[in-house]
């Protein structure tokens, strides 16, 4: 089935002097949003722990032809992430546009899951949200600012063999609407996008590994597949925008309708 490609329907660069600062931003969703971004003007930084990934996603952002840089740091050292958000505005200016989308995952049941497993995606996740959000309201213009978290429908939506990743990312959820809550006088906008399957990242690869896998839970959505990365690229773009200027607070659901009460009883 085809897919609605983002590019074509944000024409302009909507984006065009602002600042982007993305935790993640080296693979998979978040480095589709970056890239989405950077296509749209926006000056980038890019978190995340691996070094070879960021100096390739950095090259690959660089080719549409703005400012680029990375920060080697774990999101779950507040430190380090304080430092790198600090390093950014020196680098860029106010912070327009923070995401945070550092994440980790691995299909478990609870009692196969060690206590610092658990630990491990609740750090990441939920932790690494708090720290990147607290560490950078000082950097955040305002007003003006959007921040942005990918959760997921786990948030709300129990899934076996998940116990560690519904935990953090409802966290992730509540998190974000005490923040709008209690940035919103100051005209920070706080919104997540939670996505359902989506294809070419590492979460589905795990989730979903084999064919039949795949198959199974793509009868599950509605509309019949997955989601493209730059599905959910658009979304963040939209959320980022002057055109969501009136939203915080949002819990923005991108999933084909899967979470949908009695879609897994739809006939193939």
């Given at each position: 089935m085809a897919t609605t490609n983002s590019s074509s329907i944000f024409r302009d660069r909507i984006l065009a002097g602002r600042t982007a600062y993305i935790t993640g931003g080296s693979s998979g969703i978040c480095f589709g949003i970056a890239d989405l971004f950077a296509r749209h003007g926006a000056r980038i930084a890019i978190q995340g722990r691996n070094e070879e990934k960021l100096a390739t996603a950095a090259?690959?952002?660089?080719?549409?032809?703005?400012?680029?840089?990375?920060?080697?740091?774990?999101?779950?050292?507040?430190?380090?992430?304080?430092?790198?958000?600090?390093?950014?505005?020196?680098?860029?200016?106010?912070?327009?546009?923070?995401?945070?989308?550092?994440?980790?995952?691995?299909?478990?049941?609870?009692?196969?899951?060690?206590?610092?497993?658990?630990?491990?995606?609740?750090?990441?996740?939920?932790?690494?949200?708090?720290?990147?959000?607290?560490?950078?309201?000082?950097?955040?213009?305002?007003?003006?600012?959007?921040?942005?978290?990918?959760?997921?429908?786990?948030?709300?939506?129990?899934?076996?063999?998940?116990?560690?990743?519904?935990?953090?990312?409802?966290?992730?959820?509540?998190?974000?609407?005490?923040?709008?809550?209690?940035?919103?006088?100051?005209?920070?906008?706080?919104?997540?996008?939670?996505?359902?399957?989506?294809?070419?990242?590492?979460?589905m690869r795990r989730l979903a590994p084999t064919p039949e896998a795949r198959e199974r839970v793509t009868k599950g959505v509605p509309l019949r597949r997955f989601a493209a990365i730059e599905e959910i690229a658009g979304l963040a773009l939209f959320l980022a925008s002057d055109a969501a200027a009136y939203m915080t607070g949002a819990v923005c659901v991108i999933d084909g309708g899967a979470s949908l009460h009695g879609s897994r009883l739809l006939e193939a």
């Open positions: 090259s690959r952002l660089r080719t549409h032809g703005g400012d680029v840089i990375t920060h080697s740091a774990d999101v779950r050292h507040y430190d380090a992430t304080a430092e790198a958000l600090a390093k950014t505005r020196a680098a860029f200016g106010d912070i327009d546009i923070l995401l945070c989308g550092a994440a980790g995952n691995f299909p478990a049941p609870v009692l196969g899951m060690s206590a610092n497993g658990f630990k491990a995606v609740v750090d990441i996740d939920l932790l690494g949200t708090f720290n990147t959000c607290r560490a950078a309201y000082e950097h955040l213009r305002k007003p003006g600012a959007s921040v942005i978290s990918i959760s997921a429908t786990h948030a709300f939506q129990p899934y076996a063999y998940q116990a560690h990743v519904c935990a953090a990312k409802s966290g992730v959820d509540m998190l974000s609407k005490v923040l709008a809550i209690e940035w919103g006088p100051s005209g920070i906008r706080v919104n997540v996008i939670s996505p359902g399957p989506v294809d070419d990242t590492e979460g």
